[in-house]
């Protein structure tokens, strides 16, 4: 897949209603200030020339993206101003910062990156190193190291979040169940870091350990577990199957990858195959993927016309269209709720707009923009907002989400006692009605 191409990558809204003591957050966020502080105004003792030379890299995308020739304040971010009161501040914590031989050069140099990232105040804009480059270049082809778990932010209580686990992986078997909150990562909090971090410090090299400490909603007390990291090719983003003594298909869509348009169309020949009459689509928990993944999923459901457009910061519009020839011919129930994110809401947003299908569940999570990677001379990349993206009908449902067409919660309690899904049962319901 080319990785230049945009891309809506998101990220996750929050599950849960456990809390986090409010003095560890406020310590956790000065701490953290504290040290992005140090990370930027020692920066020149390490970089030199080469820092300079990364910054006017950023500067120039920052520029780009703003339509700016200067920063904010209408002055240029690299004054002689602001690099003397760098070099002011770096002579002072020479002199007194406590803690000065435990960060690398190179540590601080990428501080320095994500700090000019974080400046925008966009959650989805932001720096890669060449490793982390590597990892989301490799998890899109279906090739990941790591436990075997997907995992999202939640919102509320700014922590790591499992959003789901792979069939058969390290973090199956070593219990982790979704909505499960990882609290720390071998000893460190998540609280306050970004999903990237986060994602970092859970994947590392095949047959590593990590620990986690986990919290989840049913358990008194936190869970301690070591995950053994394994190598995962050709991950299964995509689970089908016949509902139990009827005609209705089930597919569920765990997130949008270059791989997961073959996965999609090989799961819907199979149940064709086995006689479905009726199909329930599941995007719950979908925080999306990529935009050209997708775009040819719905070229396979929906009628000619319109799909998606998206309109960048001068108002130049892109539209990605279907010809129809292989819209789906059988009655249609897409499940949904407020993970549902970004490429995932494309999906149900068009079905919606076409009354191809009927939304069931709650309201999705409301990411209505997308990003593009952008590589670096050296190997490194920025991942920037672009554009924003429109349903067929003009819809822009950034900040609102999509509210489903059956308004129905998902019963937990249900789940927990007795292994149901009051959504799928409700859809079950209805497509039979349809197919009757």
């Avoid at 504290?34 to 020149?44: H, S």
């Avoid at 790591?160 to 720390?184: H, K, S």
């Amino acid at each position: 897949m080319d990785r230049e191409s945009e891309e809506l990558e998101s990220m996750s809204p929050e599950q849960g209603d456990a809390e986090i003591s409010r003095e560890k957050k406020k310590a956790r966020k000065s701490f953290l200030s504290g040290l992005i502080f140090g990370i930027t105004v020692t920066l020149l003792l390490f970089t030199g020339l080469y820092v300079g030379k990364m910054a006017y890299q950023l500067l120039l995308v920052k520029r780009a993206a703003t339509g700016s020739a200067e920063g904010g304040t209408g002055e240029s971010v690299l004054s002689t101003d602001t690099l003397q009161k760098m070099k002011t501040i770096e002579d002072v914590i020479n002199s007194y910062y406590y803690y000065e031989d435990e960060v690398t050069a190179e540590e601080l140099q990428n501080g320095v990156y994500r700090g000019m990232m974080e400046s925008l105040g966009d959650p989805y804009s932001e720096y890669y190193t060449k490793e982390e480059l590597e990892e989301v270049s490799n998890s899109t082809q279906g090739i990941s190291y790591g436990i075997g778990a997907y995992i999202s932010l939640n919102r509320q209580m700014n922590m790591a979040m499992i959003n789901g686990v792979m069939e058969g992986a390290p973090a199956q078997e070593a219990g982790l169940r979704e909505g499960d909150i990882i609290y720390e990562v071998d000893g460190e909090s998540t609280q306050g870091l970004s999903l990237n971090a986060v994602v970092s410090k859970v994947k590392g090299r095949e047959g590593t350990t990590v620990h986690l400490k986990i919290y989840r909603e049913s358990e008194k007390d936190y869970l301690e577990m070591d995950v053994v990291r394994a190598k995962l090719i050709e991950t299964t983003t995509v689970d089908w199957g016949m509902v139990e003594d009827s005609e209705i298909g089930y597919l569920r869509i765990r997130e949008f990858d270059a791989i997961t348009v073959d996965q999609y169309t090989e799961a819907m020949a199979e149940l064709t195959e086995h006689g479905m009459k009726g199909l329930i689509l599941d995007v719950r928990s979908n925080l999306g993927g990529d935009l050209n993944a997708v775009v040819e999923i719905a070229r396979k459901i929906l009628p000619a016309g319109l799909i998606v457009y998206t309109e960048d910061k001068d108002g130049n519009r892109k539209e990605y269209t279907c010809d129809g020839t292989r819209e789906l011919q059988i009655p249609l129930v897409v499940l949904v709720n407020s993970y549902s994110a970004s490429a995932s809401e494309i999906l149900a947003g068009a079905i919606q707009d076409y009354h191809k299908g009927t939304l069931i569940g709650t309201t999705t999570y409301g990411k209505g923009i997308v990003q593009r990677i952008h590589r670096l001379e050296d190997g490194t990349a920025l991942k920037l907002t672009v554009s924003a993206y429109f349903t067929p009908s003009g819809r822009n449902i950034h900040g609102t989400g999509i509210d489903p067409d059956i308004e129905l919660e998902y019963d937990y309690d249900a789940y927990e006692a007795e292994g149901t899904d009051n959504q799928v049962d409700r859809a079950i319901e209805l497509l039979k009605e349809k197919i009757s």
